[in-house]
């Protein structure tokens, strides 16, 4: 099911829902396998900016069983927790432990975000490295119960800004731990496509003001060729 979201001004939303978990799990792993050979078949290369969450490592895990050009994979981060290299709870650990290790793509194509530096040196330091690619290819985004999405949390300063750097340093985030960097609303807009992955009871209402006009941080991304929303029926409030 697909429908077009006719309250969004700049966010052009297709919404899809899927009758449970595996099938939405394998609709994104293809489209981001689809995207990757279109990618690489015009310009010898696919970007991919990853996102955190439950949903997006059973992705990945899905991920390393597949057969890609994995030497042209650029891997970059929405977000990251200011916390050592190898916390379980980094959002690099993760997709390392459940993907990345066991695919060879070239590290070099790995690009972390140095968080254990803090919010301030990291930012700056991943907004630098990001000059190197202007556009992404595929961004991957989750949302929380509160609407949020990477660490864009609403009510926070990065809201009140009249513009946004390339990467924001997070502080006193209501989730734990407060000190995060996450690309700004700007920069994750800067793709050909971005795909939500949505799930679970507790995400409905937050979709359902998403889906009403309701300027939650996740309505503020955009793409080029607009915004992919994968739900599970009970995002969906089905």
Same mark, same amino acid.
């Given at each position: 099911?697909?429908?077009?979201?006719?309250?969004?001004?700049?966010?052009?939303? !297709?919404?899809?829902?899927?009758?449970?978990?595996? =099938?939405?799990?394998?609709? &994104? *792993?293809?489209?981001? #396998?689809?995207?990757?050979?279109?990618?690489?078949?015009?310009?010898?290369?696919?970007? +991919? *900016? +990853?996102?955190?969450?439950?949903?997006? !490592?059973?992705?990945?895990?899905?991920?390393? &069983?597949?057969?890609?050009?994995?030497?042209?994979?650029?891997?970059?981060?929405?977000?990251?927790?200011?916390?050592?290299?190898?916390?379980?709870?980094?959002?690099?650990?993760?997709?390392?432990?459940?993907?990345?290790?066991? @695919?060879?793509?070239?590290?070099?194509?790995?690009?972390?975000?140095?968080?254990? #530096?803090?919010?301030?040196?990291?930012?700056?330091?991943?907004?630098?490295?990001?000059?190197? @690619?202007?556009?992404?290819?595929?961004?991957?985004?989750?949302?929380?119960?509160?609407?949020?999405?990477?660490? +864009?949390?609403?009510?926070?300063?990065?809201?009140?800004?009249?513009?946004?750097?390339? @990467?924001?340093?997070?502080?006193?985030?209501?989730?734990?731990?407060?000190?995060?960097?996450?690309?700004?609303?700007?920069? #994750?807009? =800067?793709?050909?496509? /971005?795909?939500?992955?949505?799930?679970?009871?507790?995400?409905?209402?937050?979709?359902?003001?998403?889906? =009403?006009? /309701?300027?939650?941080?996740?309505?503020?991304?955009?793409?080029?060729?607009?915004?992919?929303?994968?739900?599970?029926?009970?995002?969906?409030?089905?």
């Amino acid at each position: 099911m697909t429908t077009l979201n006719p309250n969004a001004a700049a966010q052009q939303s !297709r919404w899809h829902v899927f009758d449970n978990l595996h =099938a939405l799990e394998d609709a &994104a *792993v293809a489209r981001i #396998l689809a995207t990757a050979d279109e990618a690489i078949a015009a310009r010898g290369a696919f970007h +991919l *900016v +990853l996102a955190g969450g439950t949903t997006p !490592r059973q992705v990945y895990e899905a991920l390393r &069983a597949e057969q890609a050009n994995w030497k042209h994979w650029h891997i970059w981060f929405g977000d990251e927790r200011c916390l050592s290299p190898q916390d379980p709870e980094r959002n690099s650990r993760m997709a390392m432990m459940a993907w990345l290790a066991h @695919v060879p793509i070239p590290f070099a194509q790995i690009h972390e975000i140095p968080a254990e #530096l803090g919010a301030e040196a990291a930012a700056h330091d991943y907004a630098e490295l990001l000059k190197t @690619v202007a556009h992404f290819d595929l961004v991957l985004l989750g949302m929380g119960e509160d609407g949020h999405t990477a660490s +864009l949390f609403p009510m926070q300063e990065w809201e009140r800004a009249i513009a946004w750097p390339s @990467v924001l340093p997070i502080h006193d985030a209501p989730k734990p731990p407060p000190d995060r960097v996450s690309l700004s609303p700007d920069r #994750l807009s =800067a793709a050909g496509r /971005v795909l939500f992955l949505v799930t679970g009871v507790a995400k409905a209402g937050a979709v359902r003001d998403w889906k =009403a006009g /309701v300027a939650i941080p996740a309505s503020r991304i955009t793409a080029t060729e607009g915004v992919d929303v994968y739900l599970d029926a009970q995002a969906a409030g089905i």
